[in-house]
């Protein structure tokens, strides 16, 4: 009996320390930055990362965004360096808004808007 409960202890201990801590598995927090600028012509959402401009020549998008009842969405495109424009879309001050970005790579950002 006591080999029985020596194997058993053995073994307890060599099983637990083959998880990693769930804290070692997050994945790094996010640092891509959108800010929105409403024009006349549209809305042109910056897109940064710690400060540094992120290319958008290649991307393509959409930016959805709500103000209590009023919803609407529209078409991303590239606009200068780091800038996704989308022509036409009337921003009611206040609104929230997020945008979808697949970027040249085809790797794809989703993220809130500060809207400006």
């Known amino acids: 009996m006591k080999i029985a409960s020596v194997l058993l202890a053995m073994m307890l201990s060599v099983s637990t320390g083959a998880f990693a801590h769930p804290d070692h598995d997050d994945e790094p ?3 891509i930055k959108l800010d929105a600028a409403r024009k006349a012509g549209g809305v042109t959402v910056l897109v940064t990362d710690r400060g540094a401009k992120v290319p958008t020549a290649g991307a393509t998008g ?3 965004w709500s103000n209590g009842t009023a919803k609407g969405e529209a078409a991303l ?3 200068g360096t780091n800038g996704m424009e989308a022509k036409g879309a009337k921003l009611p001050a206040g609104s929230k808004a997020q945008a979808s970005i697949t970027f040249a790579d085809k790797s794809v950002f989703t993220g809130d808007v500060a809207v400006k």
């Open 29 to 31: 927090p996010q640092t």
């Open 77 to 79: 495109l590239p606009s």
């Open 62 to 64: 959409k930016l959805v």
